[in-house]
């Protein structure tokens, strides 16, 4: 299900310093018991959001108003552990449309790419750049340029590295499976002799 | 473009999938290819009444409907081949050597040990597979550990493979399938090498994957769906060409002497975070990165322990005997060989659930139920249960549980729990001390 097409994003930024967040930070299994694909932001991040009474803790960054944006920075190896897509939709209903981090796990990867979710791999001195930056300015945007391939921070010009037919997808607004729909008849010559 | 043999699907990553089906108006693929059941969020007491909770019912209750709408094989609740999708797979002779395998969970990596390529997928690809039977991936790179020699007396499984991903890190081997390798890897048994395969994902690794031997035909053989007869033989002549040639070159090598692991215990809040079970937790100074530093110590105070101090000895509130990792007949048998006679710390609660419905019968049929009972140990019907807590089995907040399942992540068996992942046979000794115990001064 492909949302909206992405071109170019300027945006402020959300910062999460932290290495190794998995995707049970991302969205506790409890919250995945939804049958639709919406409404799953509401439960991002729940146990670093909200205390057990249900309050918001006065410490997460997403409770500080000074950071707010439609991209989140975070420390490396953003999205291991399970495979709930159920991750990539709370990110994108919560209103992110990039994640910037120096290394991502690779199903997360996919589910993000399959959800207009950018995820984009900087390197650990970009990524710390930006945490500087932004911890300094919190008003400072961010500019991500998905067709020529860069962030930018100020007048600092990162590139990153995306599929090409991933690239494609993303700016057209397709998705995977229409194009193996298009196939259909030449894999199901496939499966009869398999 | 992936051709997919064999697609599983679960009650919580399939819905939407179903739903983009119905919007398409199109239907599935080829029925025969995938099997369902209910596992992540079913109750593991009182199988046989309708869910309480209404949320899970709900999402059961959907599993269902799509299944018969769609014409899809469903063991559901009650049925006698229910139970862990990773379980049931192998156990039915679904999951067979040179297969292609997915499903909508991470820890498909477990049908690895066929000599498979099998890894979990996000619910955008499971549509894919059910609308089309492919997915389109990119070809990761190759990574052979080899492990070789004979393992220590209590030294398991579970342990090799906690001590692989300490070695590598949560992130180790993210972008690569791994073979996994050595004399010690092709002494195990297929249950054993499923637990090797299953946790491949902690390091990062969709895949983990075993060269099929006569160890794995044994096991194969005679299963409900698997070939038979003639075409068992003919499935074998083939299955021995699934062998890595010699002369194969990988991205990356890592060799590790069996002599060197010993029973695993982690400590913090990912997988990798793993020490020897008398082993002092790293400090700060002692770790690779300077930048692991503020994670590092999140996780410490998460898990309310301090750098530098021993895990041996430390209470423990609750033992979980179960999972995709560990929730096999060979598992429950190690546990119920070390606990027989004994008596479990009375302060501590033990829950044993089984993998599936045939497991759990062969437990009750060789007594196990009956040792475990007299022992203190609760047998529960199967399920993912207290790996996750998507169901009511939930580690209270605070509280200490010793897991042989497969993730420490903040909150995974409960808002606020605190997880020690470890061998079965580390988390019996642990249910009989009431303490994070080395299980060989019990055997």
């Given at each position: 299900m492909m949302k909206e097409k992405f071109t170019t994003l300027i945006s402020t930024a959300v910062l999460l310093p932290i290495e190794n967040i998995d995707t049970d930070q991302i969205i506790p299994a409890r919250f995945l018991k939804a049958t639709t694909r919406e409404g799953f932001g509401n439960n991002l991040f729940r146990d670093w959001r909200y205390d057990a009474e249900g309050n918001p803790k006065s410490d997460f960054v997403l409770n500080n108003s000074r950071y707010t944006g439609k991209i989140l920075v975070a420390g490396k190896n953003f999205g291991c552990g399970s495979s709930r897509e159920h991750a990539a939709w709370a990110l994108y209903d919560y209103g992110f449309r990039a994640v910037i981090s120096s290394f991502f796990a690779d199903i997360f990867k996919n589910n993000a790419l399959n959800n207009a979710l950018l995820p984009i791999q900087v390197s650990d001195s970009f990524l710390q750049k930006i945490f500087n930056a932004l911890e300094r300015d919190n008003a400072m945007p961010l500019i991500i340029d998905l067709e020529n391939q860069f962030v930018m921070l100020r007048g600092d010009k990162e590139p990153f590295e995306i599929n090409a037919y991933k690239k494609t997808c993303l700016i057209n607004a397709y998705n995977d499976i229409d194009y193996l729909l298009s196939l259909r008849e030449e894999i199901k010559a496939f499966d009869l002799v398999n | 473009m992936l051709f997919i043999d064999r697609h599983f699907i679960h009650e919580v990553t399939s819905p939407q999938a179903f739903d983009g089906l119905r919007k398409r108006g199109i239907g599935v693929f080829?029925?025969?290819r995938t099997t369902a059941t209910a596992d992540h969020n079913v109750p593991t007491k009182d199988q046989h009444l309708p869910i309480k909770e209404a949320l899970s019912r709900q999402q059961v209750e959907t599993l269902r409907k799509n299944c018969a709408e769609f014409g899809i094989d469903l063991y559901d609740l009650g049925h006698p081949f229910q139970g862990i999708v990773h379980i049931i797979g192998p156990e039915l002779g679904l999951t067979l050597p040179g297969m292609t395998v997915v499903c909508g969970d991470s820890h498909t990596s477990t049908h690895g040990a066929f000599g498979n390529i099998a890894f979990g997928i996000g619910t955008s690809e499971v549509e894919q597979v059910l609308a089309t039977q492919c997915v389109l991936q990119y070809k990761p790179k190759t990574m052979r550990i080899e492990v070789n020699g004979p393992l220590d007396k209590g030294v398991t499984a579970k342990d090799i493979i906690l001590y692989i991903i300490s070695k590598a890190s949560a992130s180790g081997a993210t972008g690569y399938f791994v073979e996994y390798a050595g004399t010690t890897i092709e002494s195990l048994s297929m249950e054993a090498r499923m637990t090797i395969c299953n946790m491949s994902i902690e390091m990062g690794a969709r895949g983990g994957l075993i060269a099929p031997d006569q160890t794995t035909f044994d096991y194969i053989k005679g299963r409900k769906f698997a070939p038979q007869g003639e075409a068992f033989d003919a499935a074998v002549a083939k299955w021995k060409t699934l062998q890595t040639d010699s002369d194969a070159v990988y991205d990356r090598v890592a060799k590790f002497d069996?002599?060197?692991?010993?029973?695993m215990i982690t400590y913090g809040t990912n997988p990798g975070m793993g020490i020897k079970i008398t082993d002092r937790i790293p400090t700060t100074k002692e770790l690779r990165e300077i930048s692991e530093h503020a994670s590092f110590n999140k996780s410490l105070e998460y898990m309310g322990l301090e750098e530098g101090t021993a895990l041996l000895g430390k209470a423990i509130d609750y033992v979980f005997i179960g999972s995709c990792t560990n929730a096999r007949i060979e598992d429950l048998r190690e546990v119920a060989r070390l606990v027989q006679g004994k008596t479990k710390a009375p302060e501590v609660n033990v829950w044993v659930v089984p993998g599936s419905k045939q497991v759990e019968a062969q437990a009750r049929k060789e007594g196990l139920d009956k040792i475990f009972e007299a022992v203190g140990f609760e047998l529960r019907s199967p399920g993912c249960s207290a790996c996750?807590?998507?169901?009511?089995d939930k580690v209270p907040a605070g509280k200490y549980c010793i897991s042989t399942s497969n993730r420490n992540f903040e909150g995974r068996q409960g808002p606020q729990a605190r997880t020690f992942l470890a061998s079965p046979l580390s988390a019996a000794a642990a249910a009989i001390t009431g303490r994070v115990t080395d299980v060989r001064e019990l055997i």
């Amino acid at each position: 299900m492909m949302k909206e097409k992405f071109t170019t994003l300027i945006s402020t930024a959300v910062l999460l310093p932290i290495e190794n967040i998995d995707t049970d930070q991302i969205i506790p299994a409890r919250f995945l018991k939804a049958t639709t694909r919406e409404g799953f932001g509401n439960n991002l991040f729940r146990d670093w959001r909200y205390d057990a009474e249900g309050n918001p803790k006065s410490d997460f960054v997403l409770n500080n108003s000074r950071y707010t944006g439609k991209i989140l920075v975070a420390g490396k190896n953003f999205g291991c552990g399970s495979s709930r897509e159920h991750a990539a939709w709370a990110l994108y209903d919560y209103g992110f449309r990039a994640v910037i981090s120096s290394f991502f796990a690779d199903i997360f990867k996919n589910n993000a790419l399959n959800n207009a979710l950018l995820p984009i791999q900087v390197s650990d001195s970009f990524l710390q750049k930006i945490f500087n930056a932004l911890e300094r300015d919190n008003a400072m945007p961010l500019i991500i340029d998905l067709e020529n391939q860069f962030v930018m921070l100020r007048g600092d010009k990162e590139p990153f590295e995306i599929n090409a037919y991933k690239k494609t997808c993303l700016i057209n607004a397709y998705n995977d499976i229409d194009y193996l729909l298009s196939l259909r008849e030449e894999i199901k010559a496939f499966d009869l002799v398999n | 473009m992936l051709f997919i043999d064999r697609h599983f699907i679960h009650e919580v990553t399939s819905p939407q999938a179903f739903d983009g089906l119905r919007k398409r108006g199109i239907g599935v693929f080829n029925t025969k290819r995938t099997t369902a059941t209910a596992d992540h969020n079913v109750p593991t007491k009182d199988q046989h009444l309708p869910i309480k909770e209404a949320l899970s019912r709900q999402q059961v209750e959907t599993l269902r409907k799509n299944c018969a709408e769609f014409g899809i094989d469903l063991y559901d609740l009650g049925h006698p081949f229910q139970g862990i999708v990773h379980i049931i797979g192998p156990e039915l002779g679904l999951t067979l050597p040179g297969m292609t395998v997915v499903c909508g969970d991470s820890h498909t990596s477990t049908h690895g040990a066929f000599g498979n390529i099998a890894f979990g997928i996000g619910t955008s690809e499971v549509e894919q597979v059910l609308a089309t039977q492919c997915v389109l991936q990119y070809k990761p790179k190759t990574m052979r550990i080899e492990v070789n020699g004979p393992l220590d007396k209590g030294v398991t499984a579970k342990d090799i493979i906690l001590y692989i991903i300490s070695k590598a890190s949560a992130s180790g081997a993210t972008g690569y399938f791994v073979e996994y390798a050595g004399t010690t890897i092709e002494s195990l048994s297929m249950e054993a090498r499923m637990t090797i395969c299953n946790m491949s994902i902690e390091m990062g690794a969709r895949g983990g994957l075993i060269a099929p031997d006569q160890t794995t035909f044994d096991y194969i053989k005679g299963r409900k769906f698997a070939p038979q007869g003639e075409a068992f033989d003919a499935a074998v002549a083939k299955w021995k060409t699934l062998q890595t040639d010699s002369d194969a070159v990988y991205d990356r090598v890592a060799k590790f002497d069996a002599a060197d692991i010993a029973p695993m215990i982690t400590y913090g809040t990912n997988p990798g975070m793993g020490i020897k079970i008398t082993d002092r937790i790293p400090t700060t100074k002692e770790l690779r990165e300077i930048s692991e530093h503020a994670s590092f110590n999140k996780s410490l105070e998460y898990m309310g322990l301090e750098e530098g101090t021993a895990l041996l000895g430390k209470a423990i509130d609750y033992v979980f005997i179960g999972s995709c990792t560990n929730a096999r007949i060979e598992d429950l048998r190690e546990v119920a060989r070390l606990v027989q006679g004994k008596t479990k710390a009375p302060e501590v609660n033990v829950w044993v659930v089984p993998g599936s419905k045939q497991v759990e019968a062969q437990a009750r049929k060789e007594g196990l139920d009956k040792i475990f009972e007299a022992v203190g140990f609760e047998l529960r019907s199967p399920g993912c249960s207290a790996c996750l807590g998507m169901n009511e089995d939930k580690v209270p907040a605070g509280k200490y549980c010793i897991s042989t399942s497969n993730r420490n992540f903040e909150g995974r068996q409960g808002p606020q729990a605190r997880t020690f992942l470890a061998s079965p046979l580390s988390a019996a000794a642990a249910a009989i001390t009431g303490r994070v115990t080395d299980v060989r001064e019990l055997i």
